[in-house]
């Protein structure tokens, strides 16, 4: 299905963007791990399962990480014809009153969270519009739609990215670049695993609020994004489908 599409994957080394390197790398996909670290590592284990990935180091809040990113992905392929943007700060959150958040720390999740995919949007538009196809994958949130508490910088952010994606997806119409978001609800990855007291407050919560009543895994979400990745999207833009079980209705 995605056939030598050639995929970048921010924060693709672990949790919910390694489920979806994975899957792409399965589909034919030529997968570009775009991260901070293990990405040289992650790309290896696609590889040696016979599968075409690499990986590269990328600081998406930063714009000459995130060029560099760019013209090292057209050097090795030519080309650029998906990108996820994935990398976000979420794993290591603390619930605390929106009082108590500190600008730095306000600024810190703004700069990966927010600023991060208008820079890769940015760096890979002029090679999407020149070939007139191109398919921009925003992962936000269902705690956007929910207003959850206590983690107001998060949220902040997640529904900026989803008025990103809609006026994105109006400024690319012309050109044949779709953008589109997938909202997952609270997801079984290693690092919210890892973040107990965050797991404690929410994992119970979110699957009773869900009509599927169980937990979701990675694996739950990777098939919208090989969905919007593909050609069975092609008339989709500016669309954000909340992939959580039924908690939101959107």
């Known amino acids: ?147 959850t508490p206590y983690m107001l910088h998060y949220v902040s952010s997640k529904g900026g990215l989803i008025t990103m994606t809609r006026a994105l997806a109006k400024e690319f119409g012309d050109d044949n670049v779709l953008v589109n978001a997938i909202a997952p609800g609270y997801t079984l990855t290693e690092s919210n695993l890892a973040n107990a007291s965050f797991a404690a407050k929410h994992r119970e919560a979110a699957v009773e609020s869900r009509c599927l009543k169980r937990d979701a895994y990675p694996e739950d979400i990777v098939g919208a994004a090989v969905f919007f990745a593909g050609d069975d999207s092609s008339f989709i833009t500016g669309q954000i489908l909340a992939v959580d079980g039924g908690s939101v209705y959107h």
């Open 1 to 147: 299905m995605l056939d030598r599409k050639v995929t970048i994957i921010t924060g693709a080394s672990t949790g919910l963007g390694w489920a979806i390197a994975e899957r792409y790398s399965a589909e034919g996909a030529h997968v570009v791990i775009a991260d901070v670290k293990n990405y040289e590592e992650s790309a290896r284990r696609i590889s040696s399962g016979g599968l075409n990935a690499i990986g590269i180091h990328t600081d998406v809040s930063s714009a000459d990480s995130v060029s560099a990113l760019v013209e090292e992905v057209v050097r090795e392929y030519g080309r650029i014809d998906v990108l996820v943007n994935n990398a976000a700060v979420s794993g290591d959150l603390s619930l605390m009153p929106f009082e108590e958040i500190t600008v730095s720390e306000w600024r810190r999740l703004m700069d990966v969270n927010l600023l991060g995919p208008f820079l890769c949007a940015r760096a890979v538009s002029p090679h999407m519009r020149r070939q007139k196809w191109g398919r921009i994958i925003n992962i936000c949130s269902g705690t956007a739609f929910k207003g």
